[in-house]
């Protein structure tokens, strides 16, 4: 096709490519940019950390008499919904716990939507937790828990990490408040937190 | 308007949109590049949301008496923040012996004066609010026990920083911080570390 100079100010005729070396057309940025959507992609370097959640329990809550099976600690509970199924969450979480009663057991573990993650593998019939624990004392110790997961939950849709508690052979076991506390400043009531990062995969 | 091409190369005279169907102009980056300001926007979920990281150990043993929060050394971190949306994941974990049935109470603070978030546990009769507490308690021959806290912190400025573990005790005994309050020198009981992280993640 010719190539015809406008008196308005325009071209006509000039195939796509026809402009001089080193010019920018669209072939050139399409791997980057999608004209259609508007958006960029393939960015490579760029940051791995997209979102972060956190709660942070300030009140207390008590679990009373020899339950068998985990349960939820209500405050300690944190939702994310993924920005991609390919992404994984970085689940961290610090927990005041303890038991009323020298010598008997607790145990927790870290719930995602009601199934347990990072928890021991199958030993006979023995409890299957992400840690355990058995006050040493019983004068207003308190025993600090905390672990930390790399989850991939293969999902875009709102998530929910828990911890969770059970208290097999201990009377009570509570979450934020000491064993046999007094009330007084010898005495503290302190907080919990549970964080999640999601990262790029 | 004629199209002139003049003898050094160049065009002039051609309209915006003159250029060939595929030619790239600046309607077709707005959405993405903003030439004016020369800012480029990422689509969401590209780009660092860790802005900085910095970090404090603790190496050496620490006694404490007081009944006031007193500054863990050495588990200080200076950070100027780039934003003042950044918000700030702080991460503090250190390690307790006693000298008798001590109680100690932890916290991690800003500037030394203020609860990191604002966190501490809800009121409770005369009890003392904090974010670590009850521990160690007893010496139990060597014993050490951990205290760990990740916290969220949201300062609102971009002047600097310093975040800091503190401690107190009661109870008027000694509190040790990376030893036991009974230990012996042998293989058999541990000196161990304590560290403070803060992470800036922008807003």
């Not at chain 1, 960029?40 to 207390?60: E, F, P, R, W, Y």
């Not at chain 2, 790239?24 to 860790?50: M, N």
Request: aromatic content about 6%; glycine content about 12%; some cysteine.
């Amino acid at each position: 096709m010719a190539i015809t100079i406008n008196g308005t100010g325009s071209i006509s005729g000039l195939s796509a490519g026809g402009l001089p070396n080193s010019s920018v057309t669209a072939a050139d940025l399409a791997t980057v940019q999608d004209w259609s959507g508007k958006t960029i992609s393939n960015i490579g370097g760029g940051g791995k950390v997209l979102q972060i959640q956190q709660a942070v329990m300030t009140d207390t809550q008590s679990f009373s008499g020899g339950f068998t099976t985990f349960e939820d600690v209500t405050n300690l509970s944190v939702s994310i919904t993924p920005s991609a199924s390919t992404s994984k969450v970085l689940v961290m979480y610090s927990v005041m716990i303890t038991g009323n009663t020298f010598g008997r057991r607790y145990a927790f573990r870290l719930s995602r939507g009601g199934t347990a993650i990072g928890i021991h593998d199958s030993a006979g019939s023995k409890t299957r937790a992400s840690g355990c624990g058995m006050p040493l004392d019983s004068n207003g110790v308190m025993d600090f828990h905390s672990n930390t997961i790399l989850d991939s939950p293969a999902t875009t849709s709102a998530t929910t990490y828990k911890v969770q508690v059970v208290c097999n052979d201990s009377p009570t076991v509570n979450v934020n408040i000491a064993s046999n506390e007094a009330d007084n400043g010898n005495h503290s009531r302190p907080v919990s937190s549970i964080t999640v990062m999601e990262i790029a995969g | 308007m004629a199209i002139r091409f003049d003898g050094d190369g160049s065009i002039f005279g051609m309209s915006e949109g003159g250029l060939p169907d595929a030619s790239v102009t600046i309607d077709d980056l707005a959405t993405t590049l903003d030439l004016s300001s020369k800012t480029l926007t990422l689509p969401s979920g590209i780009g660092s949301k860790i802005l900085q990281v910095k970090n404090a150990v603790k190496q050496g043993d620490q006694s404490f008496t007081a009944s006031s929060w007193t500054t863990i050394t050495d588990t200080q971190v200076s950070i100027t923040p780039t934003s003042a949306t950044s918000t700030f994941l702080v991460m503090g974990s250190y390690v307790l012996g006693a000298g008798g049935a001590w109680r100690s109470m932890g916290r991690i603070s800003r500037n030394e004066s203020s609860f990191v978030g604002g966190y501490q546990g809800d009121a409770a009769g005369s009890k003392d609010r904090t974010q670590m507490g009850g521990v160690p308690y007893t010496v139990y021959n060597g014993s050490q026990r951990p205290c760990k806290m990740y916290l969220i912190d949201s300062p609102a400025t971009t002047s600097t920083l310093t975040y800091e573990m503190q401690i107190y005790c009661n109870d008027g005994g000694t509190i040790y911080v990376n030893k036991s309050g009974q230990e012996a020198d042998n293989g058999n009981h541990t000196r161990s570390c304590s560290f403070l992280t803060v992470f800036e993640i922008s807003g």
